[in-house]
């Protein structure tokens, strides 16, 4: 065989008679058939090889007789493959032979336009629906690429691609470079090539092992150890974050939610004498009280509750100063296992306005004292609200699968005891939910970053400049915690409605361009925080993550 992927031997162009029986003699061989099968165009070349001349599906003829195989051959234009074959050489002597599994247009169409050719994976369909399915389930998991957009399987692909090319040039040169190295590999799922067998010219858009910070897990222990490796400080740019299937961290964070129950009892009473209008709410504090005060349930002594929520926050404050460096352990606990019971369940009654209370002067007083200080070592102190909401997610999936919110601690516990699979592999994170996020038009958003990292070592990050907003359908209210108002992941939202009560100025396709939300900031008069907190902040908590992961001595920003 000849570079260019042609057979050696004889050429001719292949008569057929009305019948559309071939007239020559000779096969067609099988290097020939697959070149020019599912082609579309005219006229006939036809490339045989006279050693291969039976069907190897044809049994022996009988002596003194000539069996004949007869194939309906698609044609090709001579001058198309001989364009083809200009631009598949060119590609090759230059490595620009990639191959992308699943469906990613723009990935194909941006490297087409800059000369390279795919190499195409064709595969039965039966295949194809049993991987997709598979990769659903799992691809995600190792990787957490959270693409919320590919959930289309190879074969709507593969129609895709057909669709784009009537004249058959690109799946000419496909079939021109099936026996040429690949130098660029595209894929969902990072199992799909083996990295120990690629050459050091060829390139997978996955790092192996790369669940440090690709995964919600990795990052939850990145951040674990980031004191390790940097001054910056994890809970300034990244809510607070636990493993619960690590015996410390759950301990670590039953001791941050009580402690933070603690807190938003003394944020309630200071901002229900007030007046504070919760963010996201149509009624302020008070208001809700009398609301919902018919649902009293049993009285609480509201002094007691104050008195032990400021024992807990000075404790707290000692242990950060290191204080408590040379208490005993045998020393009582300042709260009981039987006390903080109580507690958790009588804050509960008191912040969702199911019992009355009496605050007095000194009580607000000494509430508002002991915030102060807290305010000075808890960055997120004021994005943490009052209902003590918490979300949970598989440490290792992606497109908001099995995400949920929660504000009691049994049912946290609860919810992740029943998933002993997830419980056994790690694969559990618990994060402060922030509260109280930044609104645009009373419903919640987030922002789409997209970034690459092309080298460790040096670290090399490029950061996309262009990034967008994922709207959720339902205004945002604290009232309910499902998905559709507190998950912006548009392969969620997608299937949902959006409210009648949400604002005419959200799209209907729930997304947003930075440009728009810039204009926004501006209308606000915030244009500022654009430059000054947005895109730095972006940049800014992710190199922290990923230098841990690395150890990497230097770092190397860029922009795309």
Not at 90 to 103: D, I, L, N, T, Y
Not at 466 to 492: A, E, G, M
């Amino acid at each position: 065989m000849r570079a260019d992927g042609c057979v050696e031997g004889s050429r001719q162009s292949v008569p057929l008679d009305q019948d559309g029986h071939q007239a020559s003699d000779k096969c067609p061989d099988s290097e020939t058939e697959s070149l020019c099968k599912d082609q579309k165009v005219s006229p006939v070349v036809q490339e045989y090889n006279q050693d291969e001349g039976k069907s190897p599906q044809a049994s022996t003829p009988p002596e003194g007789k000539v069996r004949r195989s007869f194939v309906n051959l698609p044609v090709i234009n001579p001058e198309r493959l001989k364009t083809a074959k200009a631009i598949v050489a060119k590609a090759v002597k230059m490595h620009r032979v990639f191959s992308v599994q699943g469906p990613y247009p723009v990935i194909r169409s941006a490297l087409k336009a800059r000369g390279w050719v795919e190499q195409r994976i064709h595969r039965p369909k039966h295949h194809r629906r049993r991987h997709s399915d598979e990769g659903r389930a799992s691809s995600n998991d190792a990787g957490d690429s959270d693409d919320d957009d590919n959930d289309d399987d190879d074969e709507t692909s593969d129609n895709a691609e057909k669709e784009e090319e009537p004249d058959g040039l690109y799946d000419l040169m496909s079939r021109l470079v099936r026996n040429e190295m690949v130098y660029f590999y595209w894929t969902n799922r990072r199992d799909t090539i083996n990295t120990n067998s690629l050459q050091k010219e060829q390139i997978i858009n996955h790092f192996a092992k790369a669940g440090s910070f690709t995964t919600k897990v990795g990052l939850c222990v990145n951040l674990r150890n980031l004191h390790w490796f940097d001054s910056a400080d994890p809970d300034t740019f990244f809510p607070r974050c636990y493993r619960l299937a690590a015996r410390d961290e759950k301990h670590a964070f039953i001791e941050d939610y009580r402690r933070t129950a603690c807190i938003s009892l003394l944020k309630y009473i200071v901002e229900r004498e007030q007046g504070v209008q919760r963010e996201g709410t149509s009624c302020n504090i008070q208001g809700q009280r009398k609301k919902q005060s018919k649902r009293r349930s049993r009285p609480v002594v509201l002094s007691q509750m104050i008195d032990s929520a400021l024992k807990v926050c000075q404790d707290y404050l000692e242990s950060l100063q290191h204080s408590d460096i040379d208490i005993s352990p045998e020393t009582p606990q300042i709260v009981t296992e039987e006390e903080w019971t109580e507690f958790i369940d009588s804050y509960y009654l008191v912040v969702h306005g199911e019992v009355e209370i009496k605050i007095s002067d000194q009580m607000v007083t000494c509430c508002e004292a002991m915030l102060q200080r807290l305010r000075e070592v808890s960055p997120q102190l004021d994005i943490d609200g009052i209902y003590n909401i918490w979300i949970i997610k598989p440490g290792a999936k992606s497109r908001g699968r099995g995400i949920k919110c929660a504000k009691r601690l049994d049912q946290i516990l609860k919810l992740v005891n029943g998933e002993p699979n997830l419980i056994r592999e790690s694969k559990w994170v618990v994060q402060k939910y922030l509260e109280r996020p930044l609104l645009i038009h009373g419903t919640k958003f987030d922002v789409r970053q997209w970034f690459l990292v092309t080298d460790w070592n040096p670290l090399t990050v490029w950061f996309y400049k262009k990034c967008y907003l994922r709207f959720s359908t339902q205004p945002y209210s604290l009232h309910t915690l499902d998905s559709s108002v507190h998950l912006c992941n548009n392969s969620i939202q997608k299937h949902l409605t959006p409210s009648q009560q949400r604002h005419q100025g959200i799209p209907a396709d729930n997304m947003w361009s930075d440009d728009q939300f810039k204009t926004f900031l501006s209308s606000q008069g915030r244009e500022a925080q654009w430059q000054t907190v947005v895109a730095p902040g972006d940049e800014e908590g992710c190199n922290p993550r990923i230098t841990n992961n690395t150890g990497s001595d230097g770092l190397t920003q860029k922009h795309i």
